[in-house]
């Protein structure tokens, strides 16, 4: 993964700015306001910052934002392109999907795992 990315991601994962979610990358409520994160929604909003020319909206028809990247947009997982230019492998997104997701870590314990393993 890109060094300098990595740590602004896990500072994000620790800033206390991000309520924690699963199954989605952004939940929104009925204004369109994030009410939850997953740890891979926190990653698009900090690689929006940094300048990646990622386009983030709310999907008409649930209370999820979409987040497209090159043409590909997704709800649930990182753009596989974002991936790439991130140089995230797919077994580590499935790890940390399943850390949010299935494994009850916060986003502390997953900015652990990033921190040792990414």
């Known amino acids: 993964m890109i060094k300098s990315m990595k740590k602004k991601w896990v500072a994000a994962l620790r800033s206390g700015k991000f309520k924690q979610t699963t199954g989605v990358l952004c ?4 204004r369109g ?8 929604g926190v990653l698009c909003q900090v ?3 940094e300048g990646f020319k990622i386009k983030i909206e709310r999907d008409k ?8 990247y090159d043409g590909e947009v997704s709800q649930s997982e990182l753009p596989a ?3 790439r230019e991130l140089k995230l492998r797919p077994a580590s ?3 940390l999907m399943t850390m949010n997701d299935n494994d009850g870590k916060d986003f502390n314990q997953i900015a652990d795992h990033i921190e040792k393993k990414l």
């Open 93 to 95: 997104l499935k790890k």
């Open 47 to 49: 690689a929006k910052t």
């Open 61 to 68: 028809f649930s209370d999820v934002r979409n987040y497209s």
């Open 27 to 30: 939940q929104v409520d009925n």
């Open 33 to 40: 306001r994030a009410k939850g994160h997953c740890c891979l």
């Open 81 to 83: 392109e974002l991936a």
